[in-house]
């Protein structure tokens, strides 16, 4: 009889915008892994060459499905978009660039072994050895961690990662309405009101430069901070 993971459908979602540079490295990379059963990739409204590098991609790797969005509508858009058309019973938010290592999957699949485990989430804290692009960028990870758990009652310790894996109803059933950044905390807001923990495993993380295509902005911090107060106190 097959492990409990191997039993398990796994889904790996991918939102892309203008990421022709490291699109096909990362996909080389994901492909490159037995855990996933499909691979969803939803072009952003790229306005470089990423979906000419997403098409050749597709013949060599059958489980590759691609999606567009006729115009760039944000992050959360092509994540929710992503999400209606994930099959699998686990589904692995994957970051289009190379912060984060497709070879930790093993990780943060392992845990769903349990039932009572619904979401984890890669902590970049839990490994000591990983670095920081920018301070900023580090003290407003910390800022959002400490913020959720204290709004939410809980105790994760990396909110804003990127590496987040739900299984598949529980994903699906959350109402998400957000359209850019914003998803990462609006899907940590609605998961932890419905009272679901948060399970945390370490994982590796490769920072990239704004110079190489960090989209993220001070903006974004803030737009976070707003989304974590709103789904706190709303109904």
């Known amino acids: 009889m097959r492990p409990p993971e191997e039993q398990m459908k796994i889904t790996i979602l991918i939102a ?31 306005r470089d060459n990423t979906l000419s590098v997403l098409e050749a991609m597709l013949s060599q790797d059958a489980r590759i499905r691609i999606f567009s ?4 509508s944000g992050k959360g858009a092509a994540v929710r ?30 845990p769903f072994n349990d039932p009572a485990v619904k979401v984890v989430y890669g902590s970049r804290r839990l490994r000591k050895e990983n670095k920081f692009s920018y301070l900023s960028f580090a003290a407003g990870g910390i800022l959002l961690t400490v913020l959720t758990n204290i709004l939410y009652f809980s105790s994760i310790t990396d909110e804003p990662t990127g590496y987040k894996a739900f299984r598949a109803e529980v994903l699906k059933g959350l109402r998400l309405t957000s359209t850019g950044f914003e998803f990462c905390p609006e899907v ?17 993380y490769s920072p990239r430069t704004l110079a190489e295509g960090k989209k993220i902005r001070f903006r974004d911090g803030l737009i976070a901070i707003w989304t974590l107060l709103k789904y706190r106190f709303l109904p």
């Open 69 to 72: 969005l006729p115009r760039n």
């Open 16 to 46: 892309v915008y203008n990421e022709e540079r490291y699109i096909g490295q990362l996909l080389k990379r994901v492909c490159a892994r037995p855990e996933p059963s499909e691979i969803v990739v939803v072009n952003d409204g790229s």
């Open 81 to 110: 978009e992503g999400i209606a058309r994930a099959a699998g019973d686990v589904v692995i938010i994957q970051d289009a660039d190379l912060e984060y290592a497709p070879e930790d999957y093993p990780q943060l699949i392992a």
């Open 188 to 204: 940590t807001a609605k998961v932890l009101k419905k009272g679901i923990g948060i399970h945390e495993v370490p994982i590796s």
